[in-house]
């Protein structure tokens, strides 16, 4: 029987046979106790007792698949006779369960960078159905075309694994529904969210904003000469940078309140006649283990300023002139140099 057919519905039975004659054939039916089924009996063409079992509520074959119950059939004698029958039932399957999840929400954390075809995690649903109508199989609910190039589902084993590289940096979690279905059409859903855990997979960036060069070697303690931004795409402890300056220069760093903003700054006054420019490394590190790093090359000009006098060759020249020396003679040559460079080293004299 039909888990769907209706209550009321009649099911004849077959009529038991007595050899007697007269009242001794005369049959009365009775049906053992049951809460799906009773017994009726009607009168056939040919005058004979008919026995019908009647169901009485509606099956469930998910409930109960199967009934025993015996039908006794009593003759009229003295004393009476009586036989009874088996009556086997069982319950055909119907398609009125859909898929259930086992969760309503499924829940993962993986890292980025995972290589293509690596296991997320795994969804299940069933279906009471028996046969066609319980087998399940797993969809994309109405997702964008992001997921599915992501994410890959196997219909059959509700495995969801990785087709594309995950990005932290770009998207952190990933919310989506998928889709049961039994081959009745009949469907169950979920919801799946994947969280994406950060890897250390970038190195600091730095980018010079701008650079003062050339720098007056006039220039006082704490003149600005760089502003530099320097970040990391990571997070947590991955993401946080560290810097140090490498080379000789009289530069310090100053961090910015929010961090991300570097200063570089005179600590002393720079001297061109030293140093005509200074070669500068900043190196940023990373909080990861283990450690990622960038750097930056800069060069720092120093331009001159007026800060050396000229100085002769010798302090004092004596000079013997003979008493007839024609007018015009060259007596001595005095020299003097500037430490500067340009006009500011050009010496004239008087």
């Known amino acids: 029987i039909d888990e769907s057919i209706p209550a009321g519905t009649p099911f004849p039975l077959e009529m038991a046979q007595d050899a007697d004659v007269g009242s001794n054939s005369l049959l009365t039916y009775e049906l053992s106790s049951s809460p799906s089924f009773s017994l009726a009996v009607k009168k056939n063409p040919s005058g004979k007792k008919q026995p019908e079992l009647v169901l009485e509520k509606t099956l469930d074959r998910e409930k109960q698949s199967s009934f025993e119950l015996t039908l006794m059939a009593v003759d009229n004698g003295e004393p009476a006779r009586s036989g009874t029958v088996q009556v086997l039932i069982y319950v055909m399957d119907a398609n009125d369960n859909p898929p259930m ?38 969809s994309f609910g109405n997702v964008p ?23 932290f940096e770009d ?18 859903h979920c919801q799946v969210q994947i969280d994406i855990t950060d890897e250390n ?22 003149t600005v000469v760089a502003l530099l931004k320097v970040r990391d795409r990571d997070s947590g402890e991955n993401g946080e940078v560290s810097c140090e300056l490498s080379g000789e220069a009289p530069l310090s760093i100053v961090a910015s309140s ?43 000009t120093v331009l001159d300023a007026n800060d050396n006098a000229p100085v ?24 003097a140099t500037d430490a500067d460079e340009g006009l500011n080293g050009d010496v004239k004299y008087s």
Do not use: C
Request: proline share 5%.
């Open 101 to 138: 999840f086992s969760r309503t929400v499924y829940e993962a954390r993986v890292a980025e960078n995972l290589p293509a075809g690596s296991l997320v995690l795994q969804v299940r649903a069933t279906d009471a159905d028996a046969g066609s109508n319980g087998r399940v199989s797993y």
């Open 145 to 167: 075309v992001e997921i599915r190039e992501l994410f890959s589902l196997d219909s059959d084993t509700g495995e969801i694994k990785t087709a594309g590289p995950l990005d």
């Open 171 to 188: 998207k952190s979690e990933y919310s989506f529904a998928l889709e049961a279905r039994d081959s009745g059409g009949l469907t169950g």
């Open 201 to 222: 997979d970038n190195a600091p960036e730095i980018t010079i904003l701008s650079l003062s060069s050339p720098v007056p070697e006039d220039s006082p303690a704490g």
């Open 258 to 300: 929010g961090g991300s903003y570097k200063v570089l700054v005179l600590v002393k006054a720079l001297d061109r006649e030293e140093a005509a420019f200074h070669e500068l490394v900043l190196k940023a590190s990373d909080g990861g283990d283990p450690a990622r790093t960038g750097t930056a090359r800069i060069r720092v």
């Open 312 to 335: 002769f060759s010798q302090a004092e020249y004596t000079v013997r002139v003979p008493e007839d020396v024609p007018v015009g003679s060259v007596l001595v040559t005095v020299t």
